[in-house]
């Protein structure tokens, strides 16, 4: 192969790769600096993330294409998910900091983040099935260790088993499937899916929903959703907050690429998806409802938002809206998960309901960071959390699934039930303790995020504009 | 100038917010009720201006508009008509009356005026929005103030009634949602442009499409108004509001369902609601004569009050059924019909406002809501008695006062269209009398108990305050007619009336 297409591949990926050398360059600090230390890698993993955003913004400008033959894209649906992800990991970097404080040994965490964001941003640009294998175990293997990094904590280590459990599940029938596609349309790469021939139809259908199980596996969608609760509850905050979002960015993106790349109507694969779409927001609603433990309900509630996430997915190919609902329910819902959690992890990792009366009296930002996110994911105008239910609502209606649009507007409703039964007390209850911060830094980041979801909910106009413009590459 | 209107409370209402709570402005209540009180007159007297400007031609007057999400057809237009314009009027009187009016602050000032100053912006917001978006936005956000106002100042079970209100409130607005999405998809270019949708008609061939979409706005609008048997999240709620809450959720908020029939419903689906218009008129009577024996039923003034305001809604309902009804040769009754239901609103917006001001003085003043532990305050409390007299007399459509003006009209226009629902609906009016003399009967006649003995009467700016919505309501009901000539502008056009 010529040097020149070498390099030139190279420079397509170049966001990627410097992803890859910023790991590289944390774990070697890590490995040199005294334990005292161990937190200058948070800073190379920060100033690695910026150099990728910076490196990701041509990919934002220039026409989309495909590169390495055919089985990565540098379009602009790739470049805004790295875009999310990485602003995403940024903001996990500096919750992480003084998380892990006095964790002697937290310097090898950063590479792990990196790599597991890496992950995330490959599998948002994989336009070929061996690619995505390669990204969802790199996201995986990477998530399963981030989940345990409490070492001492058997609640870490449970999240961390049963996530990874779940996972080799989900990725073992992901594999499967991609093995019969792979024999069933001759290649692996997306382009080859629609020349399916007209025999296939069964094993086709099979092998689609063996890939779907394995992607379902990342966004937390039913029925592989039941490591989302667990993580959010055990693993270390941050990292909650992190496996919750970022993941979900690649694998929504490459779920659409690979649902478009399907042959038109014949696998039944939409309704497939809008069935799902409705299971995965009532369960995670109705699971919701009683719940005591914030941490946990913010992952019961992490599976509703997917399940209306996935009303985009289902809407893909008949409606014009639907790679705009997708992309801009992901701007709304990572900020917004990230603030939750910011605010937990901000006031030292407190989950009990009970800990929460009177935190606007003591805490007013964080107070307000957790009511504007938790107003975001109901869908309050005019944050951004509403402008992604009216385009899911839209594109569902418009995609005929009427019903679905409303089963979710039924859940939307029950949902005010359980995030208003957290921010009553925090408002209206008097305060019985003093509550603790983790400080300055790890506050501004959530209130930061929370401010988002308010100028990405006024000015939607760029976003959806842009989103319009990015219809996937196939 | 309608956008300062909106945002001169909005942005102010942040700046109070940020204020700094231990010190300076922030740890002042009496500075903050003299600035709030300021900036809430603001919208008053811009939208004073804006009547004076107002020429009376059909159409929508003084649109602002800039472009908002126009991928989505979503911009930000504002205007007005003779039916927005005196309701947001209204809307900027009864804040200001309300943000003024003494209420407990529970030591939290600062954020109890950045609230209500912020409901104001939206609710103004609301009734001058010309893009359905807009609308949307303004509806939602008004709810959620509106929670925190009930949850952090109530008093009694106030959190749960919260609950309750915001549950409700909010199962209303998703319906809503989805028929806005409904006439939005089906607009050719797909746009949220309130005049353009009206001029198009997208759903005038009718069908199953435009039924659910009618559903949809119907579930929204009645549940809000509230429509029995919608109602039931409103007696909790005014219950345990404070008062100034409470009077603006039935003088305001109540209206933004009645104000969504006429400016949505009816605009967008007019021969959808005129075939059911019948059907609409039955469920009005309903409201009108269950809410009055409801209300008479009750021994606690407040939910007196509450009950009533079912009855008041169902008089708008009745006259919006008549004005849109399919009946030829009929326009004039129905203008009337028209113009009596936004008069209704916006009287109701004044009495009932100012009754659930006195029922909050009163709670200050003896603890209490029970009519039965009151009575003889005649002789202790005279402002009381008197303001409450007229404002209660006003509320039972005594003529020379603002419900009679409304209330006539609707009966006339109902007469000519549905004369036995007519009948059957005056038999709400007895009622509502009945009631209204028994509580005044209750409540200041007959021996002063010893416990109020030193019942103190309203202070001068209370008294002033109420004065006010009083005043207003005795000029509406003895010189109507730039009232009615306002609305007539609207009225008329909008029934076809040759």
Known sequence: MPVATMAGWAADVIAELSVVAGGVVVLLYALAARRGRQAGAAWIALATTAVALALTVPALIEPGRLTFAGTYARDHAAAIARVIVLLATAVTIVLSVPWFRRDPRHGEYYTLLLYSALGAMLLAGATSLSELVVAMLLSSATGFVLAAYHRRSSASAEAAIKYYLVGALANGAMLMGVALLYGLAGGTTLDRLPGLPPTAGPVAAVAVALVMAGLMFKVGGVPVHVWVPDVAQGAPVPVAGFLLAVPKVGAFVFLARFVLALPAQELGWAAMVAVGAAATMTLGNLACLWQDDVRRLLGWSAVSQTGYGLMAVAALGRSDLAMVALLYFLVAYVPGNLAAFGVVTTLRGRTALADYPGLADQHRAEAAALALSFLSFIGVPPLSGFVAKLLLFAVAIQAGFAWLAVFAAVNTVISIFYYVRVLAPVYFAAATARMRTLGAAAASVTVASAAALVITGVLAQPLVAAFAAAAPGR | MLTAAIFVPILAALAIALLPRHRGLGASPRGLTVVATAVAAVPLVLLAVAWLRFDGAPGFQQVEAVPWIPTLGIAYRVGLDGLSLPLAAMTGLVFTVAVAYPVDLRGRPVAYFALMLFLEGVSVGLFLALDLFLFFVFWDVSLVAMYFL???????????????????????????????????????????????????????????????????????????????????????????????????????????????????????????????APALAVLAVISIVYGALVALAQTNLKRLIAYTSVNHMGYVILGLAVAGAAAPGQEAARALALTGATVEMVAHGLITGGLFLVSGSVLARGGTYDLETYGGLLGRARSLTWLTALLAFASLGLPGLAGFVAEVQIFVGALAVYPALAIVALLGIVVTAGLFLRMLGRVFLGALPDRWREFPDLGRREAGLLGVLAGLVLLIGVVPGWLLGTIDAFAGPFVGRP
């Open chain 2, 150 to 276: 009930i949850g952090a100042w109530g008093h009694g079970d106030a959190q749960r009634s919260a609950l309750k209100f915001f549950l409700y409130t909010f199962a209303g607005s998703l319906p809503l949602l989805l028929a806005i999405l409904g006439v939005y998809l089906a607009a050719e270019p797909h746009t949220f442009d309130m005049a353009e949708i009206i001029r198009q008609q997208p759903l005038a061939g009718g069908g199953i499409y435009a039924a659910l979409v009618f559903a949809g706005f119907f579930i929204g609008f009645a549940i809000k108004t509230p429509i029995a048997p919608f109602h039931t999240w409103l007696p909790p709620a005014h219950v345990d509001a404070p008062g100034p809450a409470s009077a603006i959720l039935a003088g305001v908020l109540l209206k933004m369902g009645t104000y969504g029939f006429v400016r949505i419903l009816m605009s967008v689906l007019p021969d959808l609601w005129a075939q059911l």
